[in-house]
């Protein structure tokens, strides 16, 4: 079964540093999703991909966030700067065409800044 | 604003007995979809189930079942003969059809006793 997968499982970063985050989602989905869970706080939207562009952000999502899709596979989330509080779990999610399909998620990646 | 809520925040049951968890979603939208993902300790996230909101059949998949009442505005999940292995954090969540965004429960978490 086609699943979306993320690198790596664990990032450890100092405060300040960019780093960046790495997903292939399934081959046919055309719509491409991160989430952020601080831990043991609940699943929270970032942004929405469509089209090589972003079609949704949240309030989280400042300037310090950028996604891309620079090849046909790969989808990356970056964050320039990294502060404490972007320790998280990320998850990567893709989806078909149809609306009403369901989002498959990404095992994650969990982001230490120390 | 759209919003879910899972008023049990921890549960803990011993293992063979029932347990219910239980989701109230607000939305003023007519068409929408209802989720419940699973997170087990290892962290990833993995899809139950969805409703849309036209589809108010209770649906059952082996030890799991799950109720959505319109009217009450609740998702709630049941596992019947509860193993250890259902020990996770389960989330309910909304998406509106007009939108693309999950919006995530806090999640409840479940302790299943040996």
């Known amino acids: 079964e086609p699943e979306v997968t993320q690198t790596p499982s664990h990032q450890v970063t100092q405060m300040g540093q960019e780093v960046i985050l790495r997903c292939v989602p399934i081959?046919?989905?055309?719509?491409f999703y991160w989430y952020r869970q601080i831990l043991g706080q609940k699943v929270e939207f970032l942004v929405s991909?469509?089209?090589?562009?972003?079609?949704?952000k949240s309030e989280i999502f400042d300037d310090q966030f950028s996604v891309e899709r620079p090849d046909g596979s790969n989808f990356t989330l970056k964050i320039r700067s990294t502060k404490l509080e972007d320790s998280a779990m990320y998850f990567c999610?893709?989806?078909?065409?149809?609306?009403?399909?369901?989002?498959?998620f990404g095992p994650g990646t969990r982001l230490t800044v120390t | 604003a759209q919003k879910v809520t899972q008023a049990q925040t921890e549960i803990s049951v011993v293992e063979k007995e029932d347990v219910t968890l239980d989701c109230v979603y607000e939305t003023r939208d007519t068409t929408y979809y209802l989720f419940w993902y699973k997170q087990p300790p290892s962290g990833e996230l993995v899809f139950l189930i969805r409703?849309?909101?036209?589809?108010?059949q209770n649906e059952i998949s082996g030890r799991y079942s799950w109720n959505f009442q319109k009217s009450t505005s609740s998702f709630n999940f049941t596992i019947t003969a509860s193993q250890v292995v259902d020990s996770a954090v389960y989330f309910c969540a909304l998406r509106l059809n007009r939108d693309d965004k999950i919006i995530f429960g806090k999640g409840t978490r479940l302790h299943i006793l040996p």
């Open positions: 999610a893709s989806r078909g065409l149809v609306v009403a399909y369901e989002q498959y």
């Open positions: 991909f469509y089209n090589n562009e972003i079609s949704e």
């Open positions: 081959s046919n989905h055309l719509y």
């Open positions: 409703r849309n909101s036209f589809d108010e």
